[in-house]
């Protein structure tokens, strides 16, 4: 209903050119809103306020004349003027039974839209360094990331969903030498495991893999391994430093085994590492169109492209031996290195080629989901973007704030390295992956989520995934019984101006609002509205089930009934679907 009155303002404003308007209006400054006070109408638009000074018209006048222009419709019963500009609409009586019909007609495909308009999106999401297994932070990143990118497929858009993968780094060489060194162990040697390494037991079995794969023929002694390293940290010994160490064991190792073996170890435990992690996005519904590797990036010279693209802009220059990017000419507090006085390139660079190989392979728009400790680095890759000949409206980043967990009221403390954390496989086996997938969804992505593993495994009405699909499975129970009764449903047959009650006017407005929802939280980038909303419709068909009789004697009332409360299963079955939760017939 909503993009239909849009269309008719837009028809109307048309007809305007050359009369009261010199020019055309651009279609997407036409918003029609849900009015917030009924008694003014059911839907609202501030196009004449919002086009008024543009025009050089007063903008109540020029909603006077639109009110005039607007084309004859079914839809529409009234259409006033108020205020400084407003214009209000009344809808029909009948214009409340369409969206029964569509549902009816569209199944599945209800609250779907072209608003995107075929227009290209990369989303990267989840992105987790495969040093260890998914936590569960990373969960949330995964459910919100999925559920975005359904929203939008809903509306138009061609997405194409990308995991990067950070396996160049520091980080993935420490857990390559943190499996070695346990490998190391099985062969019986003795080693002083460091306290920067990766410590938690996942490290085991890849280390164990590894020997099955090669049986000794990379053992070589822990004391050379160990010999000339700097000392580890022990608050016992002054002096120590973690990170000179674990670099030193890295390098031992290194020349101890050739880069060749050395390589191997990185990428077979990495290997497996991924293998762990696509399994378990796999189990939880996340699916990506492409794994790009921080690797093969470095290595197939899209990082000196990239760079050679900044200097060709201008936007690069050379102090104390080291390559700068002037960020500071796109918003940055500071220049940021991109090659160091050494020649190697920062992280900053690869995150340009990335970014930059993104444009190159089509995509418009590109949306990356990233930890709010990540902020920093918005402006400055945008920045970069720009520089290199992309709109700066190209690169959206979404800022993923922390999850915690709470059992019985108290905070379950987590820290990846030691292994004392909730990984993302632990949570689903605990409370099963629909609450899950529902849990990370219930507040805005910007907001600290504190995760309630009690209630979330709960099936009580405080828990809002089992209520919303218990309002599911009533109305299937509902079919059941109609059926065990010697009725029949006959959607043919329903007189849909007999629902007429309050709570019917309430469901029928519910039924509406789906398709105006699924486009705000694509494009609002939001699927905790659709939750909301789904909890809400539950709510509606829960309070209708408790204050009325469905099936009645009266078939023509009956029919209209049951027509409303299966368009009530239909949009829950949809929106479950988009949120990726299932939507169970029986409870």
Known sequence: MKSDLERLLREALRSLVPSVLSEAVDPAQVVVERARDTQHGDFQSNIAMRIAKAARKNPRDLAQALVAALPKSELVSSAEVAGAGFINFRLAKDAWYTPLKNVASQGAS????????????MLEFVSANPTGPLHVGHGRGAAYGATLGNLLEATGHSLYREFYINDAGRQIDILGVSVYLRY??????????????????????????????????LKRPAADIARGVPPDANPNIPGGDKD?????????????????????????????????????????????????????????????KAI?????????????????????????????????????????????????????????????????????YVTRVRGALIALGAPGDCFEVTLMQLVNLFRGGEKVAMGKREGNFVTLRDLRNEVGNDACRFFYLLRSIDQTL???????????????????????????????????????????????????????????????KYPEVIEQAALNRAPHALAHFLRDLANTLHTYYNAEQFIVEEASLRNARLTLVLAVQQVIRNGLGILGVSAPETM
């Open 184 to 217: 190391l162990e099985l062969c019986g040697e003795d080693v002083a495991f460091p306290s920067n390494g990766y410590r938690a037991e996942y490290i085991l079995p890849i280390a164990q893999a590894l020997r099955e794969k090669r049986g000794e023929e």
């Open 308 to 376: 050679d693209a900044l200097r060709a802009s201008g936007h690069v220059y050379v102090k104390d031996g080291a390559t700068w990017f002037k960020s500071t000419d796109f918003g940055d507090d500071e220049d940021r290195v991109i090659i160091r006085e050494n020649g190697v390139g920062t992280y900053f660079a690869a995150d340009i080629a990335y970014h930059y190989d993104k444009r190159l392979r089509g995509h418009d728009l590109l949306i990356d989901v990233w930890g709010a400790d990540h902020h920093g």
């Open 450 to 512: 504190d995760f309630d593993l009690e209630l979330a495994k709960s099936r009580s009405n405080e828990n809002p995934v089992y209520y919303i699909q218990y309002a599911h499975a009533r109305v299937a129970s509902v079919m059941k019984q109609l059926a065990s009764k010697g009725y029949t449903y006959d959607a043919g047959a329903a007189d849909l101006s007999l629902l007429t009650n309050v709570h019917e006017q309430a469901v029928l407005t519910a039924v509406s």
């Open 110 to 121: 209800y609250g779907l839209s072209n608003i995107g308009a075929g227009r290209k999106v």
């Open 244 to 304: 000179k160490h674990i670099d030193g064991l890295i390098e031992n190792a290194r020349a101890a085994l050739g880069v060749a073996d050395f390589d191997f170890v990185v990428l077979f435990s990495r290997d497996r590492m991924l293998a762990d992690i696509r399994n378990d996005l796999e189990e939880f519904g996340v699916r990506f169109d492409n794994w790009y590797s921080e690797r093969v990036l470095a290595r197939s010279g899209a990082v000196e």
